[in-house]
């Protein structure tokens, strides 16, 4: 893992200072609530519906056991007891007090976190593949790259005040867990036919109110040119972004106006240009990084073997572990989606028993997942039984990642002053309705999103089964979407016809599940019915 | 015209006031132009070693462009005045000066006490942007 030294320590530190001065200038006066608002947003500062909300950034969503812990102890000091995973890999603190904020963030200082850029309009945490360094399928580990962009975002100059906000993503393997192409730049690490490592970069994808899916615009930028090819991205965007409307401000609306080539023409003239400018950190800065992330120290000849006789234990294996690249270890999902509850809520304890599993059993690794699960990166075989024991003591235990019972869901109208109509209730109905284990067996993987408004934090789009909250003449009600995908087949999910009522939606889920079980064939997932079969039957089931 | 609050550089302020860049391309003989954030920065480019101010207006502090207007001219040679003018707030003081400004003229005056902690707030950078200051990675890799 990444490990802060002077200087990354000095930045952070620093930012607590500014922060703090900032907010004894707005409660002394100095700075009105509107002067305040974009300073306290890019420090992850929201105000809700409620209350003030914190955003807590994990950079490539990687933790280790005393942030974990200490994030525990902040949703005790701080919030009402526990704290919100989000799709961005981040936490959210829904709770907290103004003038608290700055102690928050000399906490977090202390364990090498921050909220820095977790909101506004400039480039955001950046996300990556929550596998990463443990995937049998990865090329490189892609996080040292998301670390050396992680800090010439911080504080950018230039990149601060950009048209609107600015979300990379970045990964390494063919299978795209991290829904790559719905970022506004989406880089994927390759080799090429000479074995030489490039990134492989796609500008202009997002969700929001109009979603698509970002064009690839270079094949391969070598790994010594990286910062500056995403610096002429960026200048390009913040001279040429619009400005005039808040909806049409995103990177994609730019790329789509202008043109994927004209764009790319435009990048590659600035890009020319800032090669002359030494702007480019040198191969050693990458490589010191890369040292940082060095596989663990695998046992070597660990037992491959699990024993299954423990049906519980099995079918949670079955749905929510992945193959390790290390022979005897095995990459762990902990769902944070019990039936019922809160999609990417914990508990202050679950998070702190999280940690201490994680040092125990995982290397001292955690990451958060974009689908708001927690995952235990590197376990030996030998202690899963163990680790699966102890977290369904704690109700952590739950069978059923990327199955209907594993939604994504926003904050909605509960928490959100932007949302136009409850997501969570929503959420607690189908995973309800869903619950049992022969249920989710039956559809297998089913991946459900529902965002309370046209913003898309839900990644409505990308769902299987999307939904989407709109507000009608004064009545929440749901539009429902169907086939949208995140992965390495990404596609944008269909509206069916006219939303329903809270009831009625779920109704209307439980439909398109019984058309797709109807008119499956042999092992196919529900995305793939759909794709076959189409919208037609799916339309007749839920209006005729 | 806003007085200028801060200024680094120790040449006297250019006397001419400053037209708008068209008003500028019209003419063979200003030395001071001022940018609006839609005005492309580049279409200076040829005039650039007869202008002795450029003023880099920003109507809103959140509107960015100007950020990049400056480092085209600084990138491009430019080594006369480069004054921020309009909404400049004392959260931006640093940014702008990574950025290449070394004048600033704010609508509103600023707090001096605030404003020279923020000028002084950051003793490292994490990157290089031709203002001289050594990035971090410089540092380490020195």
């Known amino acids: ?544 | 015209m806003t007085d200028v609050q801060f200024r680094f550089r120790d040449d006297e302020e250019a006397g001419d006031p400053a037209v708008t860049v068209d008003a500028f391309l019209d003419q063979t003989n200003a030395t001071a132009v001022r940018i609006e954030p839609g005005d492309d920065a580049r279409d200076l480019l040829p005039y650039l070693d007869r202008l002795q101010l450029i003023e880099v207006n920003f109507p809103a502090w959140t509107d960015g462009r100007g950020y990049s207007s400056a480092r085209v001219l600084r990138e491009a040679g430019y080594v006369g005045e480069l004054r921020a003018v309009g909404d400049v707030v004392i959260d931006m003081l640093s940014h702008l000066r990574r950025c290449g400004f070394d004048a600033f003229a704010p609508e509103h005056g600023l707090n001096e006490a605030d404003a020279h902690a923020a000028f002084q707030r950051w003793d490292n950078v994490y990157q290089a942007t031709g203002d001289g200051r050594q990035a971090i990675w410089a540092k380490r890799h020195g």
Request: charged share 25%.
């Open chain 1, 1 to 544: 893992m990444y490990k802060y030294d002077q200087y990354d320590q000095q930045m952070v530190d620093t930012r607590v200072a500014e922060f703090r001065d900032q907010v004894r200038r707005r409660i002394d006066g100095s700075l009105t609530e509107d002067q305040f608002r974009p300073l306290r947003l890019q420090n992850g500062l929201y105000l809700q519906l409620h209350a003030y909300m914190l955003r807590v950034a994990i950079p490539y969503g990687t933790l280790n056991s005393r942030q974990m812990t200490l994030l525990g102890d902040i949703a005790d000091k701080y919030d009402r007891g526990y704290g919100h995973f989000t799709t961005r890999q981040n936490i959210q603190y829904n709770w907290v007090k103004l003038e608290e904020t700055p102690d928050i963030l000399a906490d977090l200082a202390s364990v090498e976190m921050h909220a820095i850029q977790t909101s506004g309009n400039c480039i955001r945490n950046i996300s990556s593949d929550q596998y990463a360094g443990a995937a049998a399928d990865e090329i490189v580990d892609p996080r040292p790259y998301a670390e050396l962009l992680r800090q010439w975002s911080s504080f950018h100059p230039e990149f601060l005040t950009l048209p609107r906000k600015f979300k990379i993503a970045v990964i390494a393997s063919e299978t795209d867990r991290a829904a790559m192409k719905l970022h506004d730049i989406g880089i994927q690490m390759v080799k090429n036919d000479k074995g030489e490592i490039g990134a492989r970069f796609f500008v202009g994808g997002g969700m929001g109110r109009t979603p698509m899916i970002g064009p690839m615009i270079r094949d391969l930028v070598p790994l010594d040119q990286l910062i500056t090819y995403s610096e002429a991205c960026l200048r390009v965007y913040n001279r040429y972004g619009r400005r005039d409307n808040k909806y049409k401000a995103r990177i994609k609306i730019l790329v789509h106006e202008l043109g994927k080539e004209e764009y790319t023409r435009q990048v590659e003239e600035e890009f020319a240009h800032l090669l002359t400018q030494d702007i480019e950190p040198p191969l050693a800065e990458l490589e010191r990084i890369k040292a940082m992330f060095v596989d663990p120290p695998f046992e070597a000849g660990a037992n491959d073997d699990l024993d299954l006789s423990d049906p519980d234990f099995r079918l949670w294996v079955e749905r929510n572990c992945a193959d390790h690249k290390a022979p005897g270890y095995i990459v762990a999902t902990v769902s944070l989606k019990p039936v019922g509850g809160i999609p990417g809520d914990a508990s202050a304890d679950q998070i702190r028993l999280m940690a201490q599993l994680a040092k125990d059993c995982s290397f001292d690794e955690l990451r958060v997942t974009h689908a708001q699960n927690i995952v235990f990166p590197h376990v030996k075989k030998a202690d899963l039984y163990k680790v699966w024991q102890t977290l369904d003591e704690a109700g952590l235990g739950t069978a059923n990642l990327d199955t209907v019972g594993d939604i994504i869901a926003c904050p909605g109208l509960d928490y959100c002053s932007l949302a136009n109509a409850r997501s969570i209730p929503v959420a607690q109905k189908i995973s309800e309705r869903f619950g049992s284990a022969e249920k989710q067996a039956e559809i297998g993987e089913l991946k459900l999103k529902i965002s309370g408004c046209i913003n898309a934090c839900g990644h409505h789009h990308a769902g299987h089964i999307g939904i989407l909250g709109v507000d009608k003449k004064g009545v929440e009600n749901y539009q429902l979407l169907l086939g949208g995908s995140e992965g390495a087949d990404t596609s944008l999910g269909q509206i069916t016809g006219p939303g329903f009522d809270e009831d009625g939606i779920v109704a209307a889920v439980e439909t398109a599940i019984n058309v797709y079980l109807r008119e499956r064939k042999n092992g196919e997932r529900f995305l793939d019915t759909y794709r076959r079969v189409g919208m037609a039957p799916f339309k007749e089931a839920l209006y005729d």
